[in-house]
């Protein structure tokens, strides 16, 4: 009884302890990825006690400060001549990653009530502004690479830009911009579309989407100087701004091909979800071949209005699967059974056009799905067969899938354009 005047303080130095090895813990992690993803380069940053840098700088004396701006200090350290810096990290671009506290976020979500934006996401006020809010209840370690990768992507306008982040509770909390319109599942999908009353998305403006989905995917392998492969294209992963501009994320499990290596290992766990490429089922490894898979499979749900984890309009057997169902019905060019009803009934002129621009778009979706990974297209071809599907709806003879013939088709382009 005489030590219970003691209990809440007992409990608050337990939370606080909690919270700051939290923030070391999670810290550590989000240096070591950042470190790690720096051009894709091992950089040797070593770690040193507060101790060794007092006596290195003789308590930080004014007399070893070389320049008061990014305060450095010229000393000797373990034999040699060195600068310490109050910065580290060099050869990157700054990323604007700001560290919010617990308390903050709580207030900006009102406590997280149940009525968030889709599983873990929230919308917040911070700062004056409206914000998304990811909370991630599991494995640190992905929320970490979440970050990274999306602060590396951040100059994609196709990508949902990181403001900051909370590091202080066990599993980080991830700040993010805003998208007013949100997920893409819920404007495509025929059974959310049903649902939440939503009217359906018209075929110009998915086929844009498409497009520029492909963009940001070439970019995530191509930016970079080693491949980084996303591993998670789902229509749940884009989200949507204002204007129904598509902002790409979740880069959870994202992972990029080490350097002399042709293919990497992706997360395990991911093998038994189900839908995956068939080449990272059978070995657990994956190129970015395997993206152009998921594009492809994300291709037949624009087209189709169906999710692919839960089918509603057409009739697939059980063991099937969307994309074995459309490879097996697409032989008999049987498109208005398999396009979505709310595309075929949009009014306009052109019929024929917007027949043949759905055949082009079948056609590279089944490109994209082959179960050799060597004849599926890069992305950077895909993006490209979409923009001439998007541009030449006149000649959809010309439209077909065969990106066999992709670079004679550039170089007649080009020749035309000359």
């Not at 004849?375 to 709806?393: A, C, Y």
């Amino acid at each position: 009884m005489r030590w219970s005047w003691f209990m809440p303080f007992h409990h608050f130095f337990i939370k606080r302890k909690q919270r700051e090895r939290a923030f070391y813990e999670n810290g550590r992690l989000l240096l070591e990825k950042l470190i790690a993803s720096c051009n894709a380069k091992p950089i040797p940053i070593r770690t040193f006690s507060a101790q060794q840098l007092r006596q290195a700088t003789n308590n930080f004396s004014s007399e070893q400060l070389v320049t008061g701006f990014s305060i450095r200090y010229k000393v000797s350290l373990e034999g040699r001549i060195v600068l310490i810096k109050s910065s580290f990290v060099q050869n990157a671009k700054p990323i604007p990653i700001r560290t919010f506290s617990p308390q903050q976020l709580r207030q900006a979500t009102n406590n997280y009530p149940p009525q968030h934006l889709g599983i873990y996401w929230y919308k917040g006020s911070l700062e004056g502004r409206i914000v998304l809010i990811k909370r991630i209840d599991y494995l640190g370690r992905i929320a970490i690479n979440d970050l990274v990768i999306s602060a590396q992507m951040s100059g994609h306008s196709n990508v949902l830009k990181p403001i900051g982040c909370c590091l202080h509770t066990p599993y980080p909390f991830l700040v993010f911009e805003f998208a007013a319109n949100g997920f893409l599942s819920d404007r495509i999908y025929v059974s959310r579309v049903t649902e939440l009353q939503h009217e359906p998305m018209v075929w110009e403006r998915r086929l844009k989407i498409a497009r520029q989905i492909a963009h940001a995917l070439s970019y995530l392998h191509t930016a970079f100087p080693r491949p980084v492969i996303h591993m998670g294209i789902r229509m749940r992963c884009i989200l949507l701004d204002e204007h129904d501009v598509p902002k790409l994320s979740n880069f959870y499990f994202s992972v990029s091909i080490p350097e002399d290596e042709a293919d990497v290992e992706g997360f395990n766990g991911l093998r038994y979800l189900g839908f995956c490429a068939p080449e990272f089922e059978a070995t657990g490894k994956v190129t970015e071949k395997a993206d152009v898979y998921d594009f492809g499979r994300f291709l037949l749900e624009l087209l189709t209005g169906e999710d692919s984890w839960q089918i509603s309009r057409l009739t697939i057997d059980k063991d099937s699967s969307l994309v074995a169902y459309i490879h097996n019905r697409a032989q008999g060019s049987c498109i208005n059974e398999i396009v979505d009803p709310a595309i075929l009934a949009e009014d306009g002129e052109g019929g024929a056009s917007l027949e043949h621009q759905l055949q082009a778009v079948v056609d590279l979706a089944l490109t994209c799905t082959e179960e050799d990974p060597q004849t599926r297209p890069t992305m950077v071809d895909v993006t490209k067969q979409l923009r001439r599907i998007e541009r030449f709806t006149q000649t959809g003879e010309e439209l077909g899938g065969n990106l066999q013939n992709l670079k004679l088709l550039e170089s007649v382009e080009e020749h035309a354009s000359a």
